[in-house]
């Protein structure tokens, strides 16, 4: 089944030209990337001490489906199919017109149709604004604290040789 | 002769109720939740995802409850699952190099940049039965933290090689090729490209693999291996939805990678060299990893003009046979009535025995 085509960013603010690696686009890709990989009970913690919560409707009825997973020969070679993963994809439209987008692993409606409701929001905005103050960072910090704990205790698993010959250099 | 074409309806009522009620088994006993089983038996869950062809950890958990932890019954509940889902597009493909490392180990190099990281593993265990985990309740002590983590990349095993020139290079050809053939929605017309086949690898059966990689190692198409690498840990699928144009990240998954690096004596073309096998698997599964490569790399006997003489250099032969679901249909299939098939055997036995009969009679 072909994805719906609509142009998610025509009623947002300019954000370039679509594909293009504007910066408002690399600006909007991390903003979905870290909004699709939140925990979804965390994610709606943060989003439901925010008060300002607009009215909303689907653009699209909010779907799950997969996406095929690829991987490459050797890690470098030729593109593979490994495995699909569920993906839910939700389209919005807030009130106001503006519209958003989310891609999220998994099979949670309202992860996706949040994460996308608050792309609709934060496209246009500056680091600083609210939203990427109150959801964003905290979540993006919060992941990045517990991805440093568990690289910590794989590195607490590094050997130590005691009697180290170097064969590259040998 | 009339046979009897319907009935049993109250029958096969009457079995699912009572197998739903083995599988809730002594009431007594607390029920398992998806949880636990995503938490606690979270390696069946890995295999599920990964033969199951579909990365979802609460579906694979379900599947195994549902199959009352029958690990190739839950794959099939996955699969058929999966066939009622659409789909949005292909990822772009996992750069396994840019993974956060959770285990990392080389047979060919000890020291090596980055170094032997070896993360949550069987292999240093005593492997003798551990009774105070028939005691529940007791929490495991904290793992330790190093001071500084992991290095966030790590260099492949195999790239370390190709720099002197030693292993052969692994670069795409795709280019002119377009998308890889997908086995799940074209049938498999052989010969198969070697990335064709690494599907049928990485949703083949994990027992039937690592029996075919074993059968190579004991000289059924020797290909003297060494595990140049073997990497597990956490990839993330970026997607490139038609709407946005752009690649957005929508998971992290964990994967386990397994290079083989297999000498090679030379050929005419080619000098002597080393050539590589490969796997690469949902969630962390070494075993089965490793066992892919072994089979990749026989599987590429003929490319590499080694004599194809052993099981598993027959791609024909590997890939029909590798998908637990498609064997378990047909052997089981048996099961099914196959009363009128047998009738006509029976009346062709009988003939046949009376015909041998009458011709001892006659001389």
């Known amino acids: 089944m072909p994805p719906p085509s609509f142009d998610a960013t025509e009623h947002g603010p300019d954000t370039g030209q679509i594909g293009a690696k504007t910066e408002a686009n690399q600006i909007r890709s991390r903003r979905m990337s870290v909004l699709a990989k939140a925990q979804p009970d965390r994610l709606e913690a943060l989003w439901q001490k925010f008060d300002a919560h607009p009215k909303w409707q689907p653009l699209k009825a909010t779907e799950t489906g997969m996406v095929m997973v690829r991987g490459r020969l050797g890690g470098t070679g030729d593109a593979f199919n490994l495995g699909e993963t569920t993906v839910t994809r939700a389209a919005v439209r807030l009130e106001d017109g503006r519209v958003g987008l989310s891609y999220v692993a998994g099979r949670d409606h309202q992860h996706a149709e949040t994460a996308a409701v608050l792309d609709a929001l934060l496209q246009g905005q500056d680091d600083e604004c609210d939203l990427e103050r109150a959801i964003i960072r905290p979540i993006e910090t919060e992941a990045q604290d517990s991805k440093a704990k568990r690289a910590r205790k794989t590195a607490a698993t590094k050997v130590d040789f005691f009697t180290v010959v170097r064969e590259r250099e040998a | ?363």
């Open chain 2, 1 to 363: 002769m009339y046979v009897a074409v319907k009935g049993g309806e109250t029958a096969i009522e009457n079995a699912e109720k009572l197998l739903a009620e083995e599988r809730r088994g002594n009431p007594d006993v607390p029920e398992i939740s998806l949880e636990q089983i995503s938490e606690q038996l979270s390696l069946s869950v890995d295999r599920v995802m990964a033969e199951g062809s579909l990365h979802d950890r609460k579906l694979a958990s379900l599947a195994i409850k549902q199959a009352r932890g029958d690990l190739v019954e839950a794959i099939f509940l996955l699969r058929a699952y999966r066939t009622t889902l659409p789909r949005f597009g292909a990822s772009e493909p996992l750069d396994t190099a840019q993974m956060a490392i959770q285990r990392r180990v080389s047979a060919t190099f000890k020291d090596l940049p980055g170094g032997q990281i070896l993360g949550p593993s069987f292999d240093y265990t005593h492997r003798l039965l551990d009774f105070d985990l028939a005691e529940n309740g007791a929490m495991p002590e904290p793992a330790p933290e190093a001071d500084t983590p992991v290095d966030a990349t790590m260099p492949r095993v195999a790239d370390l090689l190709g720099e002197e020139g030693l292993i052969e290079r692994e670069i795409p050809n795709d280019q002119d090729a377009g998308e890889p053939l997908d086995l799940t929605r074209d049938a498999a017309r052989f010969p198969l490209d070697r990335a064709t086949r690494m599907q049928g690898l990485a949703r083949g059966d994990e027992g039937f693999l690592l029996s075919l990689g074993y059968s190579t190692q004991r000289g059924y198409g020797r290909n003297h291996p060494f595990a140049g690498e073997i990497r597990l840990g956490e990839a993330s699928v970026e997607f490139i939805p038609e709407e946005l144009g752009f690649a957005i990240e929508i998971a992290d998954i964990t994967v386990t990678e397994c290079q083989m690096v297999n000498r090679f004596q030379g050929s005419d073309e080619i000098p002597a060299q080393f050539t590589r096998g490969y796997g690469l698997v949902f969630g962390h599964n070494e075993r089965k990893a490793m066992s892919a490569a072994l089979v990749d790399r026989a599987l590429r006997a003929e490319e590499l003009g080694e004599a194809t003489d052993a099981p598993a250099q027959d791609q024909e032969f590997v890939l029909s046979h590798a998908d637990n679901v498609e064997a378990s249909g047909f052997v089981q299939h048996l099961k099914l009535p196959h009363y009128v098939d047998f009738q006509s055997e029976l009346i062709t036995v009988r003939a046949l025995r009376a015909e041998a009969l009458d011709k001892q009679a006659a001389e």
